[in-house]
């Protein structure tokens, strides 16, 4: 066993001497198995040492070694390691010494041969690492490599091999290594842990472990293109640079930069196509997808623009590789993208022209997709039991023997406990089970918010309005966040349909640790929330920061939102008359934000889904998570990153990261469009002048013909007048700068007025500003106005003019429930 031990350790000091001091990384771990052999492999400059010399790793050394013939295996780079095969016939597992906490990569290599009776092709078993499930009931039919990256304490890491019933396990070669700290970013550090799905080089040849410093693999993208034809492939390895501070050769080789594929359109300037690649992925999962691009194409800066899209969503609009670059050619860029959680069995990218661009073209270079684990902790399609190890004879006997001891001991401290937390109970139902989050009058008190990301986060937020809700209060209301409960999936997390004691209904938002929104979204919802209280913005009943959780609770909106009442569903149709008055509620919640504190908050996320609908088709704005406040007296915008949905984005703040109220203003502009066009802003299944919903309705705007592309239920339903001035609002909401752009007040009086054409013939229909026209409108419209705009925080305290906005759902009736549903 010595010897065993001392071979194996000059192995890994020649492996780390040899091999690695020419590579960039070097890894702490790195443990490379050749599994059943007796000799050990060397691929390139990766030896895979032999299972035997190894077997100190091993829970089972005596499970079987497999030999195959040699004949039978077809010849590939890394065919050697598919000679042998170790057979496990019940539940076994490897332990792994981890020096340094972090990613790790766990690659397994298997191959189906037949040795003796075992026919390898007919096994059946699961992998875990640690708990968390890799393979369920897997059964490999041919050569395949599984590689997945799991974050590891310093400490064991512990790989079990599981047999399903009445089959056996096996495998050919194992690797664990660490990963490069910089390999995945903090902001898309939250998969963990997971399995790698594809690993592509686009237009370019297979890159096998041997010519990856990382030992990865990349095939090529053929197989993966839905239209060839569509597709031309080119080639610039020497071209190929990396900045300082970015992708380095280890994000990938400068194999996969050198080469891309890219449209084939240089026969003709007015090309209008997608290139698209679709794989195969396990539905009910989230993905991580990273894509690697190098303009090794052009000639100067700013040739190629294009767009990219993951499914039917538009993720990069107008890329300029150049312009991210500071103006280099050929030089490696990669951006990562999580999904939400899939629905089929395929994933699609595509790169297409943009419409700004002078040609069209597009490219890709690399491609890889991850699969992330699920709420149960696991990458396979169903989850299965990690084993159990007993130990030896002797100390099953020993447990035994303490068992029947234990078991009286047992029942006589559970009796006890029990009399404790009964009396504790009783003491928790005599006092207060709830803490305000400000109880100073508006003064700021400092609570400690406990999340995933951050635990002992000290957030000031000053309210009185908003409560902590008990944790156990939220999983009686929502039957323990039964799936079935759940009303809808959005970037923070599910949310649920909570019902109180009283059969009040309320919206329970849980944040997902895996999602791309965490803590600061948690605390601007409850900051910019227990600030406000308006008809026309979804109030916050309560929040709740128990074990880790990040919970919000609405009040609750039984129509839902307004996207769902437009297309995608089979919601009825509405009718212009109750989508007029969608859109002036909206518009109302929008001026009260802009005009209703002492700052103005800019919302940053208007679209129809993030406005909702009570049982009365009452518009109140929601999703405050991004929302930021505005900027000083003395000071024209907030510069800040940009944040937002695609297809709703201002343009200008876009391009330059100043954030103002017009951001708002333009994003609410492609709301109108889409409430009277009834389809999405983005829908790169159509043709491509037709993508961009802001930019097609501007088109037939145009031309005066915008009842040309409305939708096909409203045709004969709307008076000309009042389609032409909601037009012009919509169009006007849209102009390229925000200086040029209506104030919300504007917009507000604008949709007041169109609502009256359509309601009743206004004589003498002026064309002029519609500042001017308020005054004409009726008494009842403007002093309906006139309610709803609260012109400092001082008024809104004492209710004097906001009182009838004030939301109708009693906050503390609500709470009193929750609370009291926890006392039971």
Known sequence: MGCGVLRFSIWVLLVLNLVYCSRGFVPVDFYYLNCGSSNDVTLGNITYVADRSSSQFLSTPQDILATSNLNSIPPSVDSQLFHTARIFSGPSRYTFSIKRTGRHWIRLHFYPFVYQNYDMSSASFSVFSQKTTLLSDFSPKNATVKEYSVSVPSGDLVITFSPSSNSFAYINALEVVSVPDNLITDDASLFNPSGT????????????LVNDTLGRTWVSDSGFLLQPNLATNV????????????????TAPQTVYGTCTKMNSESDPNSNFNVTWEFTVDPGFQYLIRLHFCDIVSTSSNQLLFNVYIDSFLVVQDLELSTRLLGQLATAYFVDFVTASTVRNNLSVSIGPSPRGSYPDALLNGLEIMKMNNSKDSLAGTSSVLPKFSGSKKNVRMIAGVSVGVAISLIMVIG???????KQKLKRLSSKTWIPISVNGGFTTSHTMGSKYSNGTNISIGSNMSYRVPFAALEEATNNFDESKVIGIGG??????????????VA???????????????????????QFRHRHLVSLIGYCDEKNEMILVYEYMEKGTVKSHLYGSNEPSLGWKERLEICIGAARGLHYLHTGYAKAVIHRDVKSANILLDENLMAKVADFGLSKTGPEIDQTHVSTAVKGSFGYLDPEYFRRQQLTEKSDVYSFGVVLFEVLCARPVIDPSLPREMVNLAEWAMKWQNKGQI????DSTLVGKIKPDSLRKYAETAEKCLADFGVDRPSMGDVLWNLEYALQLQEAVVDNDPEENSTNVIGRLSPQVVREFNDTSVSSVAEFGRGSSADDDISGVSMSRVFSQLVKSEGR
């Open 197 to 208: 799905i594809a690993r592509v080089n686009m237009g370019g040849p297979l890159i096998s």
């Open 235 to 250: 080639s610039n390895i020497p071209a190929v640079r990396y900045p300082q501070g970015g992708a380095t050769s280890e």
């Open 416 to 422: 006890i406990l029990f009399l404790v937390r009964r």
């Open 492 to 505: 923070f997390g599910k949310v649920y349909l909570g019902i109180c004691s009283d059969g009040t209904k």
């Open 508 to 530: 329970v938002k849980r944040g997902n640790p895996k999602s791309q929104q965490g803590l600061a979204e948690f605390r601007t919802e409850i900051e910019m929330l227990s």
């Open 707 to 710: 009842d040309q592309i409305m």
